[in-house]
């Protein structure tokens, strides 16, 4: 019973993305397709793109940890964590930034914090899989570090571009700007913890300040800064 009703709540989400995905169909704002048939492989599209991606696979690791599946080896707790990751370092600040760019294309704030936080994600995961086969641990520390400091910069970016905003949009993405910048300078700690070790960084810690600060702080505030925007 229990593997029935996990499959009745964790598949048809990860089937419904594989379909968007696959047919351009659907945006979390509206019914339009998110991307237009003569879109170009710019910038702005390419992050798009990958914000849907990495929603796709964070609703693949959620299908693993509802299954009790641990692939490469991964521990239980991994697999979770991986899941919630893609949710939000992946798909929440990946949207944000990438609606952020679309506003202003020409936006050089806008263009580098895109191109990091997506190097980022996916540097950090390679990071994490490569300590997993054995590889040695410092290429995941400089994978870590990369997309603390990509997250901190976004963070600034938002900051930046909350003073053009009005009413409720400006304080929204203030709030989230200095709730990222604050727990990706605390991720950037726990990435360099193998050369600069501090006893009360760990696990439980970054769940609990880090996750949820990012949920309910950046996540939430700046995804609703977009639709109260004019």
């Known amino acids: 019973f229990y593997f029935l009703w996990c499959a009745a709540v964790a598949l048809p989400h990860l089937l419904r993305l594989l379909w968007q995905c696959l047919s351009w169909q659907g945006s979390p704002f509206s019914l339009r397709p998110p991307f237009s048939q003569d879109s170009s492989f710019s910038l702005p599209f390419i992050s798009l793109l990958a914000a849907w991606g990495f929603l796709t696979n964070a609703a693949l690791w959620l299908v693993f940890d509802r299954f009790d599946a641990q692939p490469l080896g991964f521990s239980a707790w991994i697999v979770l ?8 370092a992946g798909f929440a600040l990946m949207l944000a930034i990438a609606l952020l760019l679309q506003q202003n294309t020409a936006d050089k704030w806008a263009k580098t914090a895109a191109f ?16 997993q086969i054995g590889l040695p641990h410092w290429i995941e520390t400089v994978a870590g570090a990369a997309m603390a400091l990509a997250a901190t910069g976004a963070g600034v970016v938002f900051i930046r571009a ?18 990222l ?10 990435a360099l913890r193998p050369v600069f ?9 970054m769940q609990a300040v ?21």
């Open 210 to 230: 880090h996750g949820s600060v990012n949920a309910l702080g950046f996540g939430t505030l700046m995804l609703l800064g977009w639709k109260f925007k004019p």
């Open 197 to 205: 070790p501090l006893f009360w960084l760990n696990m439980p810690l």
């Open 81 to 88: 964590l991986t899941g919630a990751h893609f949710h939000y």
């Open 116 to 131: 990091s936080v997506l190097v980022g994600v996916v540097l950090t995961a390679t990071g994490i899989t490569t300590t």
């Open 181 to 190: 910048f604050g727990t990706m300078l605390l991720a950037l700690l726990y």
């Open 162 to 179: 909350s003073r053009a905003e009005v009413r409720a949009t400006r304080w929204l993405w203030l709030l989230g700007g200095l709730c």
